[in-house]
């Protein structure tokens, strides 16, 4: 081997080392501060503009996480129930702690946003994606319902794209059991998001439903087991 043809080698070794590192970037999971600033770049109540606070990003959902990091929410922001269970299920991580006062308080601005007459559609989920919802429904005595459909609202891409973000279209395990319940409010924006991606990429809800709360949800400590419905009594 001659000193031309080694050096095309190591170009060619070092190119693809840099598109695997790349594409690993595009399809890992944000970090907590990432997380956090992508949460609160979101507008905490529907009355807030960009002209009153230019520090607030879009509403929409965005593949690049935004780079000024937003400050937590005040304790203000917070029910006295939700104030009760951040001390009770208090971790020793304060970014995850700023990350679920976050979440809790975006969900609260949402309420307002969704109405009542919106269907709740069923959607069954893998042990892992299951155990993130609830364990942030616990830790912020949220609904779980209200916890998927913020997600949903929040970050499934738009209609029309050409291409889904790489994030979403990752191969799961073909022996992930989805077997736990969850429930979603589904308004005519998440309807036709969902129905995009379904009939444009082939996309299933349940692995759009997985892609969007493994990487946008901390994961749960523990595995978080489904309510047992009680048995009705026979007389």
Do not use: C
């Not at 050096?7 to 944000?30: D, I, N, V, Y």
């Not at 009153?52 to 917070?78: C, F, R, W």
């Not at 104030?83 to 601005?109: F, G, H």
């Amino acid at each position: 081997m001659n000193k031309e043809e080694k050096e095309r080698k190591e170009a060619a070794a070092k190119a693809e080392f840099e598109r695997r590192m790349e594409q690993l970037q595009a399809t890992g999971a944000p970090s907590a501060d990432d997380l956090l600033k992508s949460v609160g770049s979101i507008p905490l109540s529907p009355a807030d503009s960009l002209d009153s606070n230019p520090a607030i990003g879009v509403t929409k959902p965005q593949d690049d996480l935004p780079e000024q990091p937003q400050p937590p929410p005040s304790p203000q922001a917070l029910t006295r129930a939700q104030l009760t269970a951040s001390r009770i299920n208090a971790s020793k991580d304060p970014k995850l702690e700023a990350l679920l006062d976050t979440i809790a308080v975006q969900i609260k601005a949402q309420r307002r946003q969704h109405s009542p007459l919106n269907p709740r559609v069923l959607v069954k989920a893998d042990s892992d994606t299951f155990s993130r919802v609830s364990r942030v429904s616990f830790a912020r005595r949220l609904d779980k319902t209200e916890v998927l459909t913020y997600l949903l609202s929040r970050y499934l891409p738009e209609e029309g794209r050409q291409e889904p973000p790489a994030w979403l279209v990752q191969e799961r395990p073909d022996d992930v059991l989805n077997a736990f319940p969850l429930v979603y409010a589904e308004d005519s924006e998440i309807a036709t998001r969902f129905a995009w991606l379904e009939q444009r990429f082939g996309l299933l809800k349940v692995d759009i439903v997985a892609a969007i709360v493994t990487r946008y949800l901390p994961a749960s400590p523990f595995t978080v087991p489904p309510k047992r419905r009680a048995r009705r009594k026979r007389y």
